[in-house]
T-cell receptor, first 115, second 113 residues
Framework: GAVVSQHPSWVICKSGTSVKIECRSL??????MFWYRQFPKQSLMLMAT?????????EQGVEKDKFLINHASLTLSTLTVTSAHPEDSSFYIC???????????FGEGSRLTVL | GENVEQHPSTLSVQEGDSAVIKCTYS??????FPWYKQELGKRPQLIID?????GEKKDQRIAVTLNKTAKHFSLHITETQPEDSAVYFC????????????FGGGTRVLVKP
């Protein structure tokens, strides 16, 4: 199946700093990628839809100025958590639709801890 | 938008017994219903999916049923094994919306040996 890779797998940062998470489709091109956030023992909540070459579409309640999404190529989308605070600590997972069956493939996830 | 409800939130079964998880969705336009298994700290893994033109699908010990009229779908795991212990999520999407998945709340399944 298609492979989606996410980096870093975990990151610890100080409050007020910014963190960038990368999501790559390794063996296919993804015009659309999705970013999810998952708090402990909770479900995956869609944050935004990342569109190659255009602005991301954010879900209601997600601050676009805080969670910057860039999808500059067909294989890479990045999520930058700006001015991170402890409440932003979470598991961030990206996904992309595979080329054949339409199945959604997930990255490994990035665990962010903000001190 | 779409809203997916999932029950139960936790499920404990004896090894060898069956486990059933049920989900309902709100948007009648949804036409794709995948089920994911997620182990602690790992990415969700697709275990089975069903599209709206099919009422039932089976893959070895796993089966999914879909009732479009009632807008609910269920996951059935037979002959459960300890390695089936995980959190299971149902989801729904409408292809024209770009496969944007809406997830249920999850079911924590514990299979006791």
């Amino acid at each position: 199946g298609a492979v989606v890779s996410q980096h870093p797998s975990w990151v610890i940062c100080k409050s007020g700093t910014s963190v960038k998470i990368e999501c790559r489709s390794l063996d296919f091109q993804a015009t659309t990628m999705f970013w999810y956030r998952q708090f402990p023992k909770q479900s995956l909540m869609l944050m935004a839809t990342s569109n190659e070459g255009s602005k991301a579409t954010y879900e209601q309640g997600v601050e676009k100025d805080k969670f910057l999404i860039n999808h500059a190529s067909l294989t890479l989308s990045t999520l930058t958590v700006t001015s991170a605070h402890p409440e932003d600590s979470s598991f961030y997972i990206c996904s992309a639709t595979g080329p054949n069956t339409g199945e959604l493939f997930f990255g490994e996830g990035s665990r962010l801890t903000v001190l | 938008g779409e809203n997916v409800e999932q029950h139960p939130s936790t499920l404990s079964v004896q090894e060898g017994d069956s486990a059933v998880i049920k989900c309902t969705y709100s948007d009648s336009a949804s036409n794709y219903f995948p089920w994911y298994k997620q182990e602690l700290g790992k990415r969700p893994q697709l275990i089975i999916d069903i599209r709206s033109n099919v009422g039932e699908k089976k893959d070895q010990r796993i089966a999914v049923t879909l009732n479009k009229t009632a807008k609910h779908f269920s996951l059935h795991i037979t002959e459960t094994q300890p390695e089936d212990s995980a959190v299971y999520f149902c989801a729904a999407s409408f292809k024209a919306a770009g496969n944007k998945l809406t997830f249920g709340g999850g079911t924590r399944v514990l299979v006791k040996p």
